[in-house]
Protein backbone atom coordinates (compact mmCIF):
# COMPACT_ATOMS: atom_id res chain seq x y z
CA UNK A 1 0.00 0.00 0.00
CA UNK A 2 1.47 3.79 -0.77
CA UNK A 3 2.20 5.72 1.76
CA UNK A 4 1.56 9.32 1.52
CA UNK A 5 2.63 11.23 4.60
CA UNK A 6 2.14 14.40 5.90
CA UNK A 7 4.06 17.51 5.56
CA UNK A 8 4.54 17.28 9.59
CA UNK A 9 5.67 13.96 9.52
CA UNK A 10 9.35 12.85 9.87
CA UNK A 11 8.40 10.76 6.49
CA UNK A 12 7.11 13.46 4.15
CA UNK A 13 9.51 14.16 1.62
CA UNK A 14 9.09 17.81 -0.33
CA UNK A 15 10.05 17.36 -4.16
CA UNK A 16 13.22 19.49 -3.29
CA UNK A 17 14.81 17.09 -1.40
CA UNK A 18 17.48 15.94 -3.46
CA UNK A 19 20.22 13.66 -2.69
CA UNK A 20 22.90 16.12 -4.50
CA UNK A 21 21.75 19.28 -1.85
CA UNK A 22 24.22 20.59 0.89
CA UNK A 23 22.56 21.92 3.45
CA UNK A 24 25.83 23.90 5.08
CA UNK A 25 28.62 26.06 3.15
CA UNK A 26 31.33 24.89 5.36
CA UNK A 27 32.40 20.83 5.04
CA UNK A 28 33.50 19.22 8.08
CA UNK A 29 37.12 18.93 8.57
CA UNK A 30 37.99 17.58 11.94
CA UNK A 31 37.86 18.95 15.84
CA UNK A 32 38.46 22.44 14.76
CA UNK A 33 35.39 22.86 13.58
CA UNK A 34 33.26 19.92 14.39
CA UNK A 35 31.22 22.50 16.72
CA UNK A 36 29.99 25.25 14.24
CA UNK A 37 29.32 22.41 11.74
CA UNK A 38 27.15 20.30 14.11
CA UNK A 39 25.57 23.67 14.65
CA UNK A 40 24.83 24.81 11.72
CA UNK A 41 23.87 21.18 10.69
CA UNK A 42 21.48 20.74 13.09
CA UNK A 43 19.36 23.59 12.33
CA UNK A 44 19.45 22.70 8.31
CA UNK A 45 18.06 19.02 9.68
CA UNK A 46 15.12 20.29 12.08
CA UNK A 47 13.85 22.92 9.24
CA UNK A 48 13.59 19.88 7.40
CA UNK A 49 11.93 18.01 10.04
CA UNK A 50 14.84 15.08 10.04
CA UNK A 51 16.23 15.49 13.30
CA UNK A 52 14.56 12.23 14.48
CA UNK A 53 16.79 10.35 11.92
CA UNK A 54 20.04 11.67 13.54
CA UNK A 55 19.06 11.34 17.08
CA UNK A 56 17.69 7.54 16.54
CA UNK A 57 13.97 9.02 17.75
CA UNK A 58 12.71 7.82 13.56
CA UNK A 59 13.38 4.26 13.86
CA UNK A 60 13.74 1.79 11.10
CA UNK A 61 10.11 0.58 9.93
CA UNK A 62 9.99 -3.21 10.50
CA UNK A 63 10.29 -5.16 7.16
CA UNK A 64 6.56 -5.43 6.38
CA UNK A 65 5.78 -2.13 7.56
CA UNK A 66 3.84 0.10 4.44
CA UNK A 67 6.19 2.56 5.71
CA UNK A 68 9.24 0.60 5.57
CA UNK A 69 10.60 1.97 2.31
CA UNK A 70 9.30 5.67 3.02
CA UNK A 71 11.83 5.17 6.06
CA UNK A 72 14.49 3.88 3.92
CA UNK A 73 14.23 6.73 1.25
CA UNK A 74 14.44 9.42 4.07
CA UNK A 75 17.37 7.50 5.73
CA UNK A 76 19.49 7.59 2.58
CA UNK A 77 18.56 11.16 1.54
CA UNK A 78 19.69 12.49 5.15
CA UNK A 79 22.89 10.20 4.82
CA UNK A 80 23.80 11.84 1.58
CA UNK A 81 23.28 14.91 2.98
CA UNK A 82 25.89 14.44 5.32
CA UNK A 83 28.09 12.85 2.87
CA UNK A 84 27.81 15.97 0.82
CA UNK A 85 29.11 18.19 3.97
CA UNK A 86 32.23 16.09 4.63
CA UNK A 87 35.86 16.65 3.75
CA UNK A 88 37.19 13.68 1.55
CA UNK A 89 39.15 12.19 4.42
CA UNK A 90 36.18 11.67 6.11
CA UNK A 91 34.57 10.69 3.12
CA UNK A 92 36.25 7.77 3.28
CA UNK A 93 35.25 6.68 6.02
CA UNK A 94 31.32 6.77 5.58
CA UNK A 95 30.38 6.21 2.44
CA UNK A 96 29.95 2.60 3.27
CA UNK A 97 27.58 3.37 5.71
CA UNK A 98 23.95 2.68 5.67
CA UNK A 99 21.96 4.19 8.34
CA UNK A 100 22.27 8.27 9.11
CA UNK A 101 22.07 7.78 12.89
CA UNK A 102 25.06 5.94 13.17
CA UNK A 103 27.22 8.07 11.09
CA UNK A 104 26.32 11.17 12.62
CA UNK A 105 26.98 9.04 16.31
CA UNK A 106 30.53 8.18 14.78
CA UNK A 107 31.40 11.76 13.71
CA UNK A 108 30.12 12.82 17.21
CA UNK A 109 32.66 10.16 18.98
CA UNK A 110 35.42 10.99 16.83
CA UNK A 111 35.36 15.17 16.78
CA UNK A 112 33.53 16.72 19.38
CA UNK A 113 36.02 17.28 21.67
CA UNK A 114 35.02 19.53 24.26
CA UNK A 115 38.41 20.21 26.46
CA UNK A 116 39.89 22.76 28.56
CA UNK A 117 42.06 23.57 25.91
CA UNK A 118 39.76 24.76 23.56
CA UNK A 119 37.67 27.16 26.58
CA UNK A 120 41.23 28.63 27.23
CA UNK A 121 41.84 29.59 23.80
CA UNK A 122 38.63 30.83 23.44
CA UNK A 123 39.11 33.36 26.93
CA UNK A 124 42.51 34.32 25.34
CA UNK A 125 41.17 35.32 22.09
CA UNK A 126 38.08 37.68 23.17
CA UNK A 127 40.32 39.16 26.07
CA UNK A 128 42.86 39.65 22.94
CA UNK A 129 40.71 41.02 20.24
CA UNK A 130 40.35 44.78 19.40
CA UNK A 131 38.68 47.15 17.23
CA UNK A 132 41.43 47.85 15.41
CA UNK A 133 41.27 49.10 11.79
CA UNK A 134 37.82 47.21 11.35
CA UNK A 135 34.61 49.40 11.54
CA UNK A 136 32.49 48.96 14.79
CA UNK A 137 30.17 46.06 13.21
CA UNK A 138 32.74 43.95 11.50
CA UNK A 139 34.83 43.76 15.29
CA UNK A 140 31.11 43.33 17.01
CA UNK A 141 30.65 40.30 14.54
CA UNK A 142 33.91 38.78 15.41
CA UNK A 143 33.36 38.99 19.42
CA UNK A 144 30.00 37.81 18.95
CA UNK A 145 31.28 34.59 17.10
CA UNK A 146 33.51 33.82 19.95
CA UNK A 147 30.83 34.01 22.62
CA UNK A 148 28.97 31.93 20.43
CA UNK A 149 30.84 29.66 20.20
CA UNK A 150 31.77 29.50 24.11
CA UNK A 151 28.58 28.93 24.75
CA UNK A 152 28.20 26.38 22.57
CA UNK A 153 31.34 24.65 24.64
CA UNK A 154 30.15 25.70 27.97
CA UNK A 155 26.74 24.31 30.00
CA UNK A 156 25.17 27.77 31.14
CA UNK A 157 22.42 27.44 33.43
CA UNK A 158 18.92 28.16 32.32
CA UNK A 159 15.10 28.96 33.62
CA UNK A 160 13.28 31.70 35.43
CA UNK A 161 14.98 31.21 39.16
CA UNK A 162 16.84 33.78 40.55
CA UNK A 163 20.49 31.88 40.20
CA UNK A 164 19.90 31.86 36.40
CA UNK A 165 18.98 35.60 35.92
CA UNK A 166 21.52 36.43 37.97
CA UNK A 167 24.26 34.67 36.01
CA UNK A 168 22.81 35.82 32.67
CA UNK A 169 22.66 39.34 33.83
CA UNK A 170 26.79 38.57 35.05
CA UNK A 171 27.62 37.06 31.77
CA UNK A 172 25.87 40.21 29.89
CA UNK A 173 28.06 42.85 31.95
CA UNK A 174 31.01 40.60 31.02
CA UNK A 175 30.42 40.62 27.27
CA UNK A 176 29.78 44.69 27.78
CA UNK A 177 33.08 44.81 29.26
CA UNK A 178 34.97 43.26 26.87
CA UNK A 179 33.40 44.79 23.94
CA UNK A 180 34.06 48.13 25.42
CA UNK A 181 37.65 47.56 26.29
CA UNK A 182 38.59 46.46 22.60
CA UNK A 183 37.33 49.50 21.26
CA UNK A 184 39.98 52.20 19.77
CA UNK A 185 40.99 54.81 21.87
CA UNK A 186 39.06 57.68 19.91
CA UNK A 187 35.72 56.22 21.50
CA UNK A 188 37.26 56.87 25.01
CA UNK A 189 34.60 59.64 25.84
CA UNK A 190 31.61 57.72 24.93
CA UNK A 191 32.83 54.49 26.19
CA UNK A 192 33.17 56.25 29.82
CA UNK A 193 29.70 57.81 29.17
CA UNK A 194 28.47 54.24 28.61
CA UNK A 195 29.65 53.16 31.73
CA UNK A 196 27.98 55.54 34.02
CA UNK A 197 25.00 54.66 32.73
CA UNK A 198 22.48 53.21 35.51
CA UNK A 199 21.81 50.67 35.03
CA UNK A 200 24.29 49.64 32.47
CA UNK A 201 23.19 49.00 28.72
CA UNK A 202 23.41 45.34 27.28
CA UNK A 203 26.19 44.75 25.00
CA UNK A 204 23.80 45.16 22.31
CA UNK A 205 22.60 48.39 23.22
CA UNK A 206 25.89 49.38 23.67
CA UNK A 207 27.03 48.28 20.17
CA UNK A 208 23.82 50.35 18.68
CA UNK A 209 24.88 53.55 20.61
CA UNK A 210 28.84 53.28 19.25
CA UNK A 211 27.89 52.35 15.91
CA UNK A 212 25.53 55.68 15.49
CA UNK A 213 28.87 57.66 16.81
CA UNK A 214 31.06 56.25 13.98
CA UNK A 215 28.01 57.13 11.35
CA UNK A 216 27.97 60.88 12.99
CA UNK A 217 31.51 60.93 12.47
CA UNK A 218 31.70 59.25 8.76
CA UNK A 219 29.30 62.07 8.07
CA UNK A 220 31.29 64.88 9.57
CA UNK A 221 34.98 63.58 7.92
CA UNK A 222 32.56 63.62 4.22
CA UNK A 223 31.16 67.18 5.06
CA UNK A 224 34.21 69.15 6.69
CA UNK A 225 36.05 69.07 3.23
CA UNK A 226 33.12 70.53 1.56
CA UNK A 227 32.90 73.09 4.34
CA UNK A 228 36.37 74.14 4.10
CA UNK A 229 35.98 74.93 -0.13
CA UNK A 230 33.04 77.18 0.71
CA UNK A 231 34.75 79.16 3.66
CA UNK A 232 37.83 79.39 1.23
CA UNK A 233 34.98 80.59 -1.47
CA UNK A 234 33.55 82.80 0.80
CA UNK A 235 36.34 84.86 2.43
CA UNK A 236 38.01 85.27 -1.56
CA UNK A 237 37.38 89.56 -2.19
CA UNK A 238 34.99 89.09 -5.40
CA UNK A 239 36.62 92.49 -6.76
CA UNK A 240 40.24 90.65 -6.29
CA UNK A 241 41.44 89.95 -10.04
CA UNK A 242 43.95 87.63 -11.28
CA UNK A 243 47.58 88.80 -10.81
CA UNK A 244 49.43 89.83 -14.08
CA UNK A 245 52.48 89.13 -15.39
CA UNK A 246 55.08 89.82 -18.11
CA UNK A 247 56.84 86.73 -19.44
CA UNK A 248 59.07 89.52 -21.48
CA UNK A 249 60.45 91.50 -18.12
CA UNK A 250 59.26 89.10 -15.46
CA UNK A 251 57.32 92.10 -13.66
CA UNK A 252 53.65 91.58 -12.42
CA UNK A 253 51.18 94.56 -13.32
CA UNK A 254 51.61 94.01 -16.75
CA UNK A 255 51.55 91.51 -20.25
CA UNK A 256 54.34 91.44 -23.20
CA UNK A 257 51.23 93.33 -24.98
CA UNK A 258 51.38 96.47 -22.91
CA UNK A 259 55.56 96.20 -21.64
CA UNK A 260 57.09 99.42 -21.98
CA UNK A 261 60.63 97.95 -22.45
CA UNK A 262 59.26 95.64 -25.40
CA UNK A 263 56.88 98.22 -26.84
CA UNK A 264 58.51 101.59 -26.17
CA UNK A 265 57.81 103.94 -23.13
CA UNK A 266 54.56 106.57 -23.39
CA UNK A 267 55.71 110.60 -23.81
CA UNK A 268 55.62 112.15 -20.35
CA UNK A 269 57.08 109.25 -19.25
CA UNK A 270 61.19 109.49 -17.71
CA UNK A 271 62.78 107.15 -20.06
CA UNK A 272 60.65 108.82 -22.37
CA UNK A 273 62.82 108.93 -25.31
CA UNK A 274 61.48 111.17 -28.71
CA UNK A 275 63.65 110.08 -32.05
CA UNK A 276 63.44 113.10 -34.18
CA UNK A 277 60.23 114.76 -34.09
CA UNK A 278 58.28 114.48 -30.70
CA UNK A 279 55.09 112.59 -30.68
CA UNK A 280 51.93 113.70 -28.22
CA UNK A 281 51.05 111.14 -26.21
CA UNK A 282 47.96 110.42 -27.53
CA UNK A 283 49.25 109.90 -31.00
CA UNK A 284 51.78 107.57 -29.22
CA UNK A 285 49.37 105.56 -27.60
CA UNK A 286 47.35 105.42 -30.64
CA UNK A 287 49.90 104.09 -32.63
CA UNK A 288 51.06 101.76 -29.95
CA UNK A 289 47.25 100.42 -30.34
CA UNK A 290 47.20 99.83 -34.01
CA UNK A 291 50.80 97.79 -33.80
CA UNK A 292 49.68 95.63 -30.79
CA UNK A 293 46.59 94.80 -33.21
CA UNK A 294 48.53 94.21 -36.11
CA UNK A 295 50.78 91.73 -34.10
CA UNK A 296 47.66 90.05 -33.04
CA UNK A 297 46.38 89.49 -36.18
CA UNK A 298 49.55 88.44 -37.50
Known sequence: MAVNPNFNDALFLHPSDTPGTNLVSDKLIGTENYGVWNRAML?????????????GTCKRSNAGSPTAQQWEMCNA???????NTVSKDIFRGIVYATEAYVVWSDLKEQFDKVNGSRIFALHREIGRLTQGDSTIFVY?????????EYSSLVTLPSGECATSRTYIEHDQHQRLLQ????????????RSQILMMTPLP????????????????AMISVEAPVAVFFSHQSRRDPQQKEVLKCDYCNWNG???????RLNGYPPGHKMFKPQGKCVPQKTFMKNRRQQLDANAIE
Not at 203 to 212: E, H, K, P, R, Y
Not at 254 to 260: G, I, K, M, V
Open 140 to 148: FCKLKQLWD
Open 179 to 190: FLMGLNESYLQI
Open 43 to 55: IALRAKNNIGFID
Open 77 to 83: LVLSWII
Open 254 to 260: HTRATCY
Open 202 to 217: TVGQAFSIISQEESHR
